[in-house]
């Protein structure tokens, strides 16, 4: 496989571009600075992965700015610890904030002159648009869980991208899907029968973050 086989790229964005284990960390320490006991990084990333992909596969059709908000009061009631609604959903909004890790700028600017690039993306529209300004760079297709009604790794969030990219003429073949997550990306990736690209921003750490355990490694 080389990567001159493809003419679409498609990107997943937290956890590949944007480097969302840093942002959640940073936007939970109003939460996590009132717990009595010691919290690792990972203990906290594991407990959000957990509420996330519940909450994701309960209430599919709600907002990520919305779904945080419920994510960080799941936390606050793990932890023992008393939040307003209004904290809840300042981490919501926070998403926007979440900062890129050093590369990707410049390597979507690259890739930019010689592919299209595409965005399937387990956000809302707003929080993307704040993340798509420290990326800078015009995504030729953006696909976000706000549009399709669900969360990856749902089929219907594949479908939706694959039957939208069809409508431009753009075959499985075309397509190079990018992301970090098994959970999220790989495992369906491999279902639809999709070429795909593991960016491994976890490589020099165990475990697996802010994605629930796949299972099986694809």
């Known amino acids: 496989m080389k990567l001159s086989d493809f003419k679409v790229l498609t990107f997943d964005v937290y956890g590949t571009l944007i480097d969302w284990e840093s942002g959640m960390v940073e936007g939970l320490k109003p939460l996590t600075d009132k717990v009595s006991r010691n ?15 519940t909450t994701q596969r309960w209430t599919p059709d709600k907002k990520y700015y919305d779904l945080l908000a419920v994510v960080y009061r799941r936390l606050a009631e793990e932890w023992g610890v008393a939040v307003t609604w209004e904290e ?3 981490y919501g909004t926070s998403v926007r904030h979440w ?10 600017a690259y890739l930019k ?14 929080s993307f648009s704040g993340s798509n300004a420290r ?3 015009h995504f030729d297709g953006v696909y976000t869980a706000e549009d399709v009604g ?5 089929d219907r969030n594949f479908d939706y991208m694959l039957e ?3 409508r431009q003429g753009i075959g499985k073949g075309d397509i190079l899907h990018t992301a970090e997550s098994m959970f999220h990306d790989h495992q369906s990736a491999n279902k639809y029968g999709l070429a795909n690209c593991w960016i491994y921003r976890r490589h020099d750490k165990e475990g697996f973050g802010a994605t629930m355990n796949p299972g099986e490694m694809p």
Do not use: M, W
């Open 164 to 166: 939208t990219l069809a």
């Open 99 to 108: 900062p890129a890790f050093d590369d990707s700028r410049e390597a979507l």
């Open 135 to 137: 990326l800078g760079v």
């Open 113 to 126: 002159q010689h592919y299209k690039l595409v965005v399937l993306t387990n956000t809302d529209n707003l």
């Open 150 to 154: 669900s969360y990856k790794p749902a």
């Open 39 to 53: 919290l690792t990084r990972d203990d906290i990333l594991e407990a959000h992965a957990y509420y996330e992909s």
């Open 88 to 90: 809840c959903a300042a």
